[in-house]
Structure formats: C-alpha cells, structure tokens
C-alpha cells in the first residue's frame, strides 16, 4: 500500500484531481493532469540521470517510457486506492486503466500547484524509487521487441500496424491502432498514435508469449 504523505492546504485541489470529465464536464482532472504529466516526466528523468549515470541516452528514455506508462501509473493508483476515491462517469473496463493513470498525474500536478516543484518532486520520487530499481537492465519499448519476435520467426517481416478511428473530445483525443503479425493482430489506445502503437505492441506480445 503506497501512502500519498502530503497535506494538501488547498483541499479543493485534490478534490478536482479525483474527478473524472465524466463525472463532471467543467470541473475536472483533465487541466491538472496536463500539469502532473509534465512534473512526473521530469522528475522521472531527473531520478534516472542520477541512478544511471553510465546509461546512454536511449537506454535511459527506454527506462523513462515505461515508468511513466499508463500501466505503471495505474498500479500505483491501485497501490493508493484511487480507484475507490475517483469520481467518474461510465467507467468501462477498457478505461478503468487510462481513468486511473490520469488522476494518478492530476493528483501530482495538485500537489505541484499547492506547494511546489520540490514537494511534488518529494512524494513522486519516494514513490518511484523501488520501480526504478526494479530493473537491472534497461528495458526494451514494445515496438522495438516486437519487431525483434517477428523478424526471428517470420524471415525479416516486419509487424504491420493500422490507425483506426480516434475517439474522445477534440482537446483530449484517444487513439486506436490495430497491429497484425504471425497470423494474430491485437488493438491499442492511447493520447497519441506513438502511445497507441507502443499499447498494441505490448497486448500483442503478450498474446504471441501464450
């Protein structure tokens, strides 16, 4: 169980933080997540520089990719029990892992706005230490590996990938993309088509991993 140890002095931050567009069209997490986005990004990048210092910059943004990912935002909210404190509209189970991601950056971003960088650098960084450890090797993004799968067992053929239709609000667009190799395909989503493509890289590897 991860404890979020920061007072807020400004409740109504972490209030706004905890509510999904669907539940409220007006007030809602979607500014302060732009806001808690950037503020992990570079804290993130700030922990790896430090932790890594004989990693080449690829390796290092290979790390950075997967630490902020919307999977390992989401197991942190599920850590600290945001799934039970986030008000939301429909939440589908396609969603339930964006939704949580989101208010995972907002959360951050309230925390940066009520009392500053250093504090929401402090309480991310506490956090993510054990997930930067966790990995002695830097790893490899989905797309890369997956192409490295197919090309092994299908003589150099690359993995093909489809952009299908985008959904959501105009200011807050979701992508979806379909990715086919060795006779199996697989969807992703994600706020852009690189998040996208790296999502359904990911489902399919684990599909062609069975």
């Known amino acids: 169980m991860i404890e979020l ?3 807020f002095n400004d409740e109504s931050l ?8 669907g539940a409220n069209a ?10 808690g986005d950037r503020v992990l990004g570079l804290t993130v990048a700030e922990m790896l520089y430090k932790m890594f210092p004989n990693e080449a910059e690829g390796e290092l943004a290979r790390r950075h990719a997967m630490l902020v990912s919307t999977e390992t935002l989401a197991r942190v909210a599920k850590d600290m029990n945001l799934a039970e404190k986030v008000h939301h509209g429909h939440m589908t189970a396609g969603r339930i892992d964006h939704i949580l ?3 995972t950056e907002a959360v951050f971003g309230a925390i940066f706005l009520d009392g500053g960088f250093d504090a929401a650098r402090d309480v991310i ?16 993004d989905p797309k890369t590996a ?3 799968l197919v090309q092994r067992k299908a003589n150099g053929d690359l993995p093909v990938y489809e952009y299908l239709e985008t959904t959501g609000a105009s200011h807050n667009p979701t992508f979806h993309v379909r990715v086919s190799a060795l006779g199996q ?3 992703g989503s ?12 990911d489902a399919l590897l684990k599909i062609l991993a069975i």
């Open 14 to 21: 972490l209030e706004t933080a905890l509510t999904q567009s």
């Open 101 to 103: 991601a989101n208010a």
């Open 185 to 187: 395909t697989a969807t």
């Open 5 to 7: 140890k920061y007072k």
């Open 190 to 201: 994600g706020t852009s088509k690189k998040s996208a493509s790296i999502d359904a890289a």
């Open 146 to 148: 997956l192409q490295e």
């Open 125 to 140: 960084s506490e956090i993510w230490h054990d997930l930067v450890l966790a990995d002695a090797t830097a790893p490899k």
């Open 26 to 35: 007006t007030h809602n997490n979607e500014r302060l997540e732009f806001v």
